[in-house]
């Protein structure tokens, strides 16, 4: 962990405040069942500016001639730290993690008050959790309760995920070296799965198969709950159940990968349970591993966000109707829509800390241009569920194939390209299976 980065981070953004103060609270930790917690993860925003992973803190910034970063976070305490293991502590903190000054959580809703008097606008992310709305809310009472002694509370609220979209949408040299590891540990998961399939076996055991090589080569945990569908679940985007039976003959479809150090990878792919593609599935697969190549060529600076995903339906529709799914014309079944019967998502979204990372997809009106730095996804798709109309050879498969990509100087560079894609590269790793 590169600390100056944090520091850099915190500066960036306390010249772009201008004058105000900014309030960037953690995730708080959350209730499985009964006194069962949830694997605890910190906010995402809040551990930009930070690097603390401890839950029950929050940064506080002020901006202006003398800019000041806070920390508050939990105390020292020898009792809870042999239950729950090592806590920093306020003065800890501080000097690891290069804050000006650092505080116990239990003063904050103290001391808030007093920060936000005089200042002219609050930075804060209003509405993403009731109960720091709450102690905001109650701290800025607080201030204007006490007009009448000369002070005044600001008198606007910005959204302080707007400078923070902004900053993250660009990735730093140590934030793309976290994404290069978990796009390798996650292709290394997938290749591990392909030589794990085969019929006879339960999706949650390619599933366990995946998790054990995140864990085993370092990553923290999964970015996501894990896809492993086979057959005509691979029909269901959001498939999540992962306990059917494998068969021969179907389509196995994987999207999944992990978090290296709060960074995500995002791979899908799709490949025989048998190890060899029939006639049909290679068809369609062909089709989406066009539509993808198609759209990989579009992403390099100064093309709007949307190109890459244009280019891949237009791929998408017309192998449709090749393959006599749509009837019509390729513009035709474009402006009406008609493709969306068997590709109903968008081709990509942003990809870091988050999995659909920060960072809006517009400025105004128009696509946002791409940046060198940017990452993002390429995931074009084709589901196709049973019904009357649909060549009955065609039923019940489905297949995404994606990838990571960032955006270089004069192209991009696909992240996740060791992990086997091309017909042939996947049969062949299926070969090898014991």
């Known amino acids: 962990m590169d600390i100056q980065a ?10 772009t405040m201008g004058r105000g103060i900014a309030v960037v609270p953690t995730a708080p930790e959350r209730v499985r069942n009964r006194d069962s917690h949830y694997p605890y993860r910190h906010d995402s925003y809040f551990y930009y500016l930070s690097g603390f992973a401890e839950p029950e803190a929050c940064v506080v910034l002020v901006a202006g001639d003398a800019p000041r970063a806070l920390l508050f976070c939990r105390e020292k305490d020898a009792e809870r730290e042999v239950w729950d293991g090592f806590r920093h502590g306020p003065e800890a903190a501080r000097e690891a993690f290069r804050f000006d000054e650092a505080f116990p959580i239990g003063s904050l809703d103290e001391k808030l008050a007093d920060l936000l008097a005089g200042q002219p606008a609050l930075h804060y992310s209003m509405g993403h959790d009731a109960g720091w709305d709450d102690r905001v809310v109650a701290a800025l009472n607080r ?82 709950s894990p896809i492993v569908a086979g057959g005509a679940n691979a029909c269901v985007l959001h498939y999540v159940g992962n306990s059917q039976s494998l068969r021969d003959g179907d389509l196995l479809l994987i999207d999944a ?16 349970v048998s190890g060899k593609f029939s006639p049909a599935q ?118 995404r194939i994606e990838d990571n990509a960032l955006v270089t100087a004069d192209g991009c560079e696909i992240l996740t390209d060791a992990a086997p894609k091309s017909v042939s590269d996947i049969e062949a790793l299926m070969a090898l299976r014991d």
């Open 6 to 15: 944090f520091v850099d981070r915190r500066a960036r953004l306390l010249r």
């Open 143 to 224: 201030v204007r309760a006490n007009v009448r002694g000369g002070t005044h509370a600001p008198a606007e609220i910005r959204d302080v995920r707007v400078e923070l979209d902004e900053m993250r949408l660009v990735k730093d040299a140590h934030e793309i070296a976290d994404m290069r590891r978990a796009a390798g540990i996650s292709a290394a998961a997938h290749r591990r799965a392909m030589r794990a399939t085969a019929p006879g076996r339960f999706e949650y055991e390619v599933e366990a198969e995946l998790m054990h090589e995140f864990r085993r080569s370092g990553a923290q945990a999964p970015a996501y």
């Open 257 to 272: 990968g992990c978090e290296v150090d709060s960074y995500a990878a995002d791979i899908t792919r799709t490949f025989p």
């Open 282 to 399: 290679r068809d369609v697969y062909q089709l989406v591993l066009a539509a993808q190549d198609a759209a990989i060529a579009q992403i390099r600076p100064g093309q709007p966000w949307d190109a890459p995903h244009e280019a891949a339906v237009r791929v998408l529709a017309q192998g449709m109707l090749d393959l006599r799914l749509l009837t019509g014309n390729l513009d035709g079944v474009i402006e009406s829509g008609a493709y969306r019967r068997f590709y109903m998502h968008r081709t990509g979204h942003w990809l870091g800390m988050d999995v659909h990372d920060a960072g809006e997809y517009k400025v105004g009106d128009k696509w946002r241009p791409l940046a060198a730095g940017m990452t993002l996804t390429v995931e074009p798709g084709c589901y196709i569920r049973a019904a009357d109309d649909v060549p009955q050879a065609l039923w019940n498969i489905g297949i």
